[in-house]
């Protein structure tokens, strides 16, 4: 249940509409016989929920840090277990804000005013991102996350956006300062990872029942029939790594491809089950492409 600029949720304004409309998203899902959402809680470094750390979510009143009256992440859990599913809080984690204009003031500060140092601005894609380099970055987020798993009875966390926008992020002083001689992407990748072993740890330390996943880029690296934007490559994801070292439950690929041209969704299929460490694999699929001209469906 996408958040971000209200893709799925809130499309209304108020805490009686937006209740009653993610009630009847849920009833929908009920009726369809899913068993899991993933509730996206934090969509560019705001949140679905109160924190001492980040501010209130831009989508909930169409104003960044403004109070909404009520707790949707609670909300969402309540409901979502009334009807026996699982809740995993989708978390953005190094993607923290789109556009050139700095964040309003608010109480929480964003990430962005509070610590500048650890954020860099990335102008392809106009956005900006957390420094996985910065040995601050990790320390804010493992704080931040375990705020959460503290506080909320979730079943998950699925992590998104756990990589780096592309290879010419502008991160060279960083390296320069933290690298240590190391080989530049395998400081890159080692920089993610150390993440995800830290917060998974962490979790396993308060609250061992709550699974720990993402979703990966979904060519891990190119083989036959499917090659492309690599995520080992590309944006320094090992995700494969955190499964071996059983620092994951699951990964959930973002296998938004058909099953006819490059990249092609069998064989990466194959390719992530044949990998997967003895964890659960949950193919990311794209259901807007399930339409005729796409050849996905009769």
């Given at each position: 249940?996408?958040?971000?600029?209200?893709?799925?949720?809130?499309?209304?304004?108020?805490?009686?509409?937006?209740?009653?409309?993610?009630?009847?998203?849920?009833?929908?899902?009920?009726?369809?016989?899913?068993?899991?959402?993933?509730?996206?809680v934090?969509?560019?470094?705001d949140?679905?929920?109160?924190?001492?750390?980040?501010?209130?979510?831009?989508?909930?009143?169409?104003t960044?840090?403004?109070?909404?009256?009520?707790?949707?992440?609670?909300f969402?859990?309540?409901?979502?277990?009334?009807?026996?599913?699982?809740?995993?809080?989708?978390?953005?984690?190094?993607?923290?804000?789109?556009?050139?204009?700095?964040?309003?003031v608010?109480?929480?500060?964003?990430?962005?005013?509070?610590?500048?140092?650890?954020?860099k601005?990335?102008e392809?894609?106009?956005?900006?991102?957390?420094?996985?380099?910065?040995?601050?970055?990790?320390e804010?987020?493992?704080?931040?996350?375990?705020?959460?798993?503290?506080?909320?009875?979730?079943?998950?966390?699925?992590?998104?956006?756990?990589?780096?926008?592309?290879?010419?992020?502008?991160?060279?002083?960083?390296?320069?300062?933290?690298?240590?001689g190391?080989?530049?992407?395998?400081?890159?990748?080692?920089?993610?990872?150390?993440f995800?072993?830290a917060?998974?740890?962490?979790?396993?330390?308060?609250?061992?029942?709550?699974?720990?996943?993402?979703?990966?880029?979904?060519i891990?690296?190119?083989?036959?029939?499917?090659?492309?934007?690599q995520?080992?490559?590309?944006?320094?994801?090992?995700?494969?790594?955190?499964?071996?070292?059983?620092?994951?439950?699951?990964?959930?690929?973002?296998?938004?491809?058909?099953?006819?041209?490059?990249?092609?969704?069998?064989?990466?299929?194959?390719?992530?089950?044949?990998?997967?460490?003895?964890?659960?694999?949950?193919?990311?699929?794209?259901?807007?492409?399930?339409?005729?001209?796409?050849?996905?469906?009769?």
């Amino acid at each position: 249940l996408t958040t971000v600029y209200g893709l799925d949720w809130p499309k209304t304004s108020g805490q009686n509409n937006q209740k009653n409309e993610m009630i009847n998203i849920l009833n929908k899902l009920k009726d369809a016989n899913f068993n899991t959402i993933m509730f996206q809680v934090r969509a560019r470094g705001d949140l679905m929920y109160p924190s001492q750390i980040e501010p209130w979510a831009r989508s909930l009143t169409n104003t960044l840090g403004m109070n909404p009256g009520w707790d949707p992440l609670q909300f969402v859990i309540d409901e979502a277990k009334a009807r026996g599913f699982e809740v995993h809080a989708w978390w953005n984690v190094y993607l923290i804000y789109n556009g050139t204009t700095l964040p309003p003031v608010t109480n929480p500060l964003h990430i962005i005013r509070r610590h500048p140092e650890l954020v860099k601005y990335y102008e392809p894609s106009n956005s900006w991102f957390l420094d996985p380099g910065q040995p601050g970055t990790r320390e804010y987020l493992v704080n931040l996350g375990m705020e959460l798993v503290r506080n909320y009875d979730i079943d998950a966390i699925h992590f998104d956006y756990i990589r780096y926008p592309n290879p010419d992020f502008g991160d060279t002083a960083t390296y320069q300062q933290y690298g240590q001689g190391v080989n530049y992407d395998d400081w890159r990748r080692n920089n993610i990872t150390q993440f995800v072993y830290a917060i998974y740890d962490s979790i396993q330390a308060v609250k061992p029942n709550v699974k720990v996943g993402s979703a990966p880029i979904g060519i891990y690296k190119n083989i036959p029939g499917a090659s492309g934007w690599q995520g080992y490559s590309s944006v320094y994801q090992d995700s494969r790594r955190w499964m071996l070292a059983r620092k994951h439950d699951y990964l959930s690929p973002q296998l938004y491809w058909d099953i006819a041209t490059n990249p092609r969704f069998t064989p990466l299929v194959e390719d992530w089950v044949l990998n997967r460490a003895g964890r659960h694999v949950y193919p990311g699929i794209a259901v807007y492409r399930m339409a005729p001209s796409d050849g996905n469906c009769a």
